[in-house]
């Protein structure tokens, strides 16, 4: 038989338990009002919704910064960061906590809504408030949010029930193609080519260049020069580009890193690129998938 302390400390706890939960939900962004079903394990959360006849489902990892955007009609999931745009597009909570990072959240106080304690959190930047949100920790999710920017923007819950979270809510169905932001199906990138050859060529150029190739080309006078490159082929083609000075590579802070000077294109895709390069600079493009079409010229 369990003393009259072990049953105390049972109903303590008992009494302070998180509870799994689902609700309602409505997301009203600028008076354009969405209106979301939420199942919550308390440490993942999904959304159900529709928008002109389509359905939608949003499934939020936040331990492993994930965010699942499913698309059931059509069996989709574009997958993305939490703080990605088409995360926070979709989510109040991931948009609050992104402006978050940018600014300085005060706790400004506790209130009850629903029979639930929260705490009530204010995100100021340049020392003007701009969201004002109510967190349960019981819930371990917001309550309301509302924006102190943007007139009639704010979510708030409705509805709230416990629920004995089922797994699979959580996770994305084994017959969904992955596609990008476009809708297009994700092709796996190979791996690095294992060997390189390199060329040179002087502006104006236009070439097709491989994969496993790279190619230098000097820039002579302070110019604007076209960097056009185009996929005819019918595979993906991917080309990253350096600038080299007194042959070093010049500073991220001046270039930019990796993924502002990468182009990934699919078949039929053309990137017109205007780029302010300074005599002296030593180009290298480098081709790391497929066959690409690529003319540097003076603008």
């Known amino acids: 038989m369990k003393s009259i302390f072990a049953l105390s400390v049972c109903l303590l706890f008992s009494g ?15 008076g354009n009002e969405r209106n979301y079903k939420v199942y919550s394990d308390l440490e993942n959360y999904r959304y159900e919704f529709e928008e002109s006849g389509d359905r939608g ?14 698309m059931p009609d059509k069996k989709f999931v574009h997958i993305t960061s939490t703080d990605g745009m088409m995360s926070r597009m979709n989510d109040p909570w991931q948009a609050y906590l992104w402006f978050k990072t940018a600014g300085e959240e005060k706790n400004e106080g506790t209130t009850k809504i629903m029979g639930y304690d929260c705490t009530t959190q204010a995100v100021y930047q340049s020392g003007s408030k701009v969201f004002t949100c109510n967190f349960s920790e019981k819930l371990n999710f917001p309550l309301t949010i509302k924006s102190d920017i943007d007139e009639n923007t ?13 797994p699979g809510m959580f996770e994305v169905p084994e017959d969904y193609v992955e596609v990008d932001r476009r809708l ?54 991917k ?7 007194d042959e070093k590579p010049i500073d991220n802070n001046e270039q930019g890193p990796d993924k502002y000077r990468t182009y990934r294109l699919f078949p039929g ?13 030593e180009i290298l493009l480098e081709l790391y998938e497929g066959e690409l079409q690529v003319e540097v010229r003076p603008e």
């Open 16 to 30: 302070n338990m998180f509870s799994q939960f689902t609700a309602e939900m409505v997301n009203v962004v600028q």
């Open 57 to 70: 489902v949003v499934i939020v990892h936040p331990t492993e910064n994930k965010t699942f955007i499913l």
């Open 154 to 166: 704010y979510m708030a819950l409705s509805d709230i029930n416990k629920w004995k979270a089922d």
């Open 184 to 237: 297009r199906p994700i092709i796996p990138e190979p791996p690095p080519p294992g060997n390189w050859t390199a060329a040179r060529e002087s502006i104006p150029f236009n070439i097709i260049m491989k994969r496993g190739e790279k190619m230098w080309f000097m820039i002579t006078e302070d110019d604007y020069y076209k960097l056009i490159i185009q996929n005819s082929s019918d595979a993906p083609g």
């Open 239 to 245: 080309l990253i580009y350096h600038i080299y000075k």
């Open 269 to 281: 895709e053309k990137k017109n690129l205007t780029k302010d390069w300074e005599a002296g600079y």
